[in-house]
Antibody, heavy 121, light 111 residues
Framework: QVELQESGPGLVKPSETLSLTCTVS????????YNWIRQSPGKGLEWIGYIYNGGHIHFNPSLKSRVAISSRTSDNEFSLTLTSVTAADTAVYYC???????????????WGRGTLVTVSS | QSALTQPASVSGSPGQSITISCTGAGSDFGGYNSISWYQQHPDKAPKLVIYEVTNRPSGVSDRFSGSTSGNTASLTISGLQAEDEADYYC???????????FGGGTRLTVL
């Protein structure tokens, strides 16, 4: 059974860089679109971006200038970097897998438990 | 500002049916073949309950169903149970550019 687990610092200072890793266990990271999604406290969900097979990457235009996503296939993990953070970036960050489909549909069939990142001095 | 609009809250009594709507806006809103629905209990990760408008993942109760009409997608939960009390989010992707969006969420209260 495939599982996703986020890890990283729970506290980041304003203007610094947020870095998180998602470890995929029970299956290969290859062949799936892996995503980062966040949820601000008491708010809705925001899609951040995805990585596919290590080289195909795409971001939400609203965050594109500050976001990077990379992967390490050998370790079956992928990572998120968000620069110049502010209090508005305080959120629970989830990694999630796009479901396999022959269509253009986007849906997320597997989620990590999420990790809370607080931006504060 | 999401292009997907959901009611803030809905409620129903055990055994009843409820419907949560998700209305698209904007001229470039993608085709509804990409609508999915997620259930989120407090302090838990979202769980996929409907994908590609009408499909249920394995293990999801057949009390959950999805549909579309015009520019509105709907999630219907029949035979309401206490465990259905949660937040529900719709999601869709635009066809003009790869961008996945979520609705603002609907809080379902089982009375």
């Amino acid at each position: 059974q495939v599982e996703l687990q986020e890890s990283g610092p729970g506290l980041v200072k304003p203007s610094e860089t947020l870095s998180l890793t998602c470890t995929v266990s029970g299956g290969s990271i290859s062949g799936h679109f892996y995503n980062w999604i966040r949820q601000s406290p008491g708010k809705g969900l925001e899609w951040i971006g995805y990585i596919y097979n290590g080289g195909h990457i795409h971001f939400n235009p609203s965050l594109k200038s500050r976001v990077a996503i990379s992967s390490r296939t050998s370790d079956n993990e992928f990572s998120l970097t968000l620069t110049s953070v502010t209090a508005a970036d305080t959120a629970v960050y989830y990694c999630a897998r796009r479901g396999r489909t022959p269509t253009l549909a986007w849906y997320f069939d597997l989620w990590g438990r999420g990790t809370l990142v607080t931006v504060s001095s | 500002q999401s292009a997907l609009t959901q009611p803030a809250s809905v409620s129903g009594s055990p055994g009843q049916s409820i419907t949560i709507s998700c209305t698209g806006a904007g001229s470039d809103f993608g085709g509804y073949n990409s609508i999915s629905w997620y259930q989120q209990h407090p302090d838990k990760a979202p769980k996929l309950v409907i994908y590609e408008v009408t499909n249920r993942p394995s293990g999801v109760s057949d009390r959950f169903s999805g549909s579309t009409s015009g520019n509105t997608a709907s999630l219907t939960i029949s035979g309401l149970q206490a465990e259905d009390e949660a937040d529900y989010y719709c999601s869709a992707s635009r066809t003009s550019v790869t961008l996945v969006e979520f609705g603002g969420g609907t809080r379902l209260t089982v009375l």
